[in-house]
């Protein structure tokens, strides 16, 4: 991925997918152009008056702006067409260049170029998500020092079954990008608690995924049993957050979260000025 030579055909010039679908589009569009004015012309050709051509002249205009127009409207409509035929009839292809791809991104694993290889993973997984490229990544994930200006991503990584190297990358994101955690991955952290809890330090993950959950009132009305079972052990940041979206809110009925964050309130934090 990212070569500028096709490892398949050993051609150069690659053209992007998109491009070469807007080229078809192009080319579509030449085509029917030429349609229309070939029939104008055999119009204006077997006319037997002024009259007549005059008609076939205006016709011909008509349709002209009419082709343009409706090519306008349906620019994006006809590309995405365009890309799906293109992939269809280049499938086979495609699936062999993906694998020579995923090849080439385990060599240059191997050469200690860790950085590279997860970049190229990570083009193969806007393609193909299979859970194989996804584990594939996030094990590569984990061999680095995560740092916050890194272009890291959550949910096209989110798999459909427990795995713990899922699970301690997610716990790295609540540290340092806990806007990337979002439904699916407070989701994720529900229906797998039970085993999360299970591993090293799975109650300080769930921690930080709650965490990151109090940041939007939306996910604390969405998921209230996953931030009021691990409210006690959030970080004063994390809970004066929680506090301030149940005290700002008292429209809404919070139950017994809000009767856990009230009496958490008042057994911590009462004095603190920062709560008043």
């Not at 006319?47 to 090519?71: D, K």
């Not at 997984?125 to 594939?136: A, F, S």
């Not at 680095?144 to 713990?164: G, I, S, T, W």
Request: hydrophobic share 45%; glycine share 6%.
């Amino acid at each position: 991925m990212g070569d500028k030579i096709c490892p398949s055909c050993g051609k150069s010039s690659l053209i992007k997918l998109e491009k070469k679908a807007s080229s078809l589009q192009r080319r579509g569009f030449v085509k029917e152009t030429i349609l229309i004015l070939a029939l104008v012309a055999a119009g204006i050709f077997f006319s037997e008056s002024t009259l007549q051509t005059s008609l076939c002249a205006a016709g011909g205009v008509t349709a002209l702006i009419l082709l343009w127009m409706l090519r306008r409207n349906t620019s994006a409509e006809r590309r995405s067409y365009q890309l799906g035929k293109l992939l269809q009839r280049e499938s086979f292809k495609l699936v062999d260049g993906l694998r020579l791809d995923r090849e080439a991104a385990i060599e240059v694993f191997h050469n200690d170029e860790k950085q590279q290889a997860y970049e190229m993973l990570r083009e193969i997984g806007t393609l193909v998500r299979t859970d194989q490229i996804k584990v594939e990544q996030i094990l590569l994930l984990q061999s680095f020092v995560l740092r916050k200006d890194m272009d890291l991503m959550l949910e096209p990584l989110l798999l459909d079954h427990f795995n713990p190297d899922l699970v301690l990358y997610m716990g790295e994101l609540t540290k340092l990008k806990r806007d990337l955690l979002k439904e699916k991955a407070f989701r994720y952290a529900l229906i797998h608690e039970a085993q999360i809890l299970r591993m090293k330090d799975g109650e300080q993950i769930l921690v930080g995924i709650a965490g990151a959950a109090v940041r939007l009132k939306r996910y604390v009305i969405l998921y209230p049993h996953l931030v009021m079972r691990y409210a006690r052990k959030l970080p004063k940041d994390r809970f004066l957050r929680l506090y301030n979206v149940i005290r700002n809110n008292p429209q809404h009925n919070w139950g017994a979260l809000g009767t856990e964050v009230f009496e958490i309130y008042n057994e911590k934090y009462k004095w603190d000025t920062q709560f008043q």
